[in-house]
């Protein structure tokens, strides 16, 4: 029997780090042999989040590298922006593989990163770092020892546009991506903005033009097609726990057939994604607790317009589920291991 790989969350303690806590303990090929969290230091998991009870026997630990290097063979980060990028350097170069889901390693252009978040303080990994997006960059993913788990909102978002702007079924101008989700996206960390009485029964546009998975999305769809892709994008928040809708209008003269069958020839032979036949639409409902992203399309001919509807559950697809196909695809698994979830029915 070959010997299981052993892994470790770094940030265990947040929504996204409980969700791969959670897919790695019924992973076939890999064991859990450390949970970092600076604020539970000391307390059982299963305290912490005790849905695990009698599933998670570990406790939390501080992250100490020399301690964890020996500890794991692999490493998820979910870790905030900026704290991730200086746990990875040791843990790189000791040889380990590691998949960070925060923003720290999702962009090639070190200014870019910059402009949105904060310095960098491992620019020389950047240029090994391969951005996550299973279905697009399985290739990249393979031979990597480090990956940056795309954002939620993007995920949801590039899925279906990439394959029809390299196909040049659609403009790569005027695109616009409208896109809802749950409250989850906002992290664990409590806010005024994401308290029940705030949220409840409430449908808010937030960041309007300027949220930093924008220039995250508009950097992967630009290297993919050779052209310079700059998108409207506008997220909302609607009262639901997790899930993502994105509505996305595209300027097209391709029928809803040739769409379809773009769509068809790109991810047909993808276990996570599923294109809708014509004239239905994708519900965030049908892809909870899972690792699917559904897609469906309509052509409004008088306009000239495709509107393009995806969705995603935030915490799977969006994150730990994307991170744990991540680690598949870079350990030589099955892609599906661990997370071949069956949708709920209802």
Request: neutral net charge; proline residues 6%; aromatic residues 8%.
């Amino acid at each position: 029997m070959t010997k299981k790989k052993r892994v470790a969350i770094i940030g265990a303690s947040g929504y996204a780090g409980a969700e791969v806590v959670r897919i790695i303990s019924g992973h076939p090929h890999v064991t859990l042999t450390l949970l970092t969290s600076r604020q539970y230091a000391g307390k059982p998991y299963d305290s912490v989040f005790p849905a695990l009870r009698g599933r998670i026997d570990l406790s939390c630990e501080l992250f100490v590298p020399d301690d964890a290097i020996q500890k794991a063979d692999i490493f998820y980060l979910a870790l905030p922006h900026k704290a991730a990028m200086g746990v990875a350097v040791p843990l790189i170069s000791a040889g380990k593989k590691v998949i960070d889901l925060s923003a720290d390693f999702r962009f090639k252009n070190q200014q870019t990163y910059e402009s949105y978040y904060q310095p960098h303080e491992a620019p020389d990994l950047l240029k090994d770092a391969v951005y996550g997006l299973c279905e697009v960059n399985q290739h990249l993913i393979a031979k990597t020892n480090l990956v940056g788990n795309p954002g939620c909102y993007p995920t949801s978002i590039l899925l279906p546009l990439i394959p029809l702007l390299k196909e040049k079924m659609i403009e790569s101008s005027g695109i616009i991506a409208d896109s809802k989700s749950g409250v989850s996206g906002a992290g664990r960390s409590p806010s005024l903005g994401t308290l029940f009485c705030e949220v409840n029964e409430g449908f808010k546009a937030y960041k309007v033009a300027e949220h930093r998975h924008a220039p995250e999305m508009n950097e992967s769809l630009s290297l993919a097609t050779d052209e310079d892709v700059q998108i409207m994008f506008v997220p909302h928040l609607v009262p639901m726990s997790r899930g993502i809708v994105s509505t996305i209008y595209v300027r097209t003269q391709s029928n809803e057939n040739k769409l379809l069958d773009c769509l068809h020839a790109a991810y047909d032979h993808c276990p996570f994604i599923r294109v809708l036949p014509e004239g239905q639409f994708p519900n965030a409902a049908h892809v909870r607790g899972t690792n699917y992203c559904d897609i469906g399309v309509k052509y409004a001919s008088q306009q000239g317009l495709a509107v393009i509807v995806s969705t995603i559950d935030n915490l799977i697809k969006g994150a730990a589920g994307q991170a744990v196909q991540n680690m598949n695809i870079m350990m030589g698994f099955s892609e599906t291991d661990g997370i071949d979830t069956i949708p709920f029915p209802i």
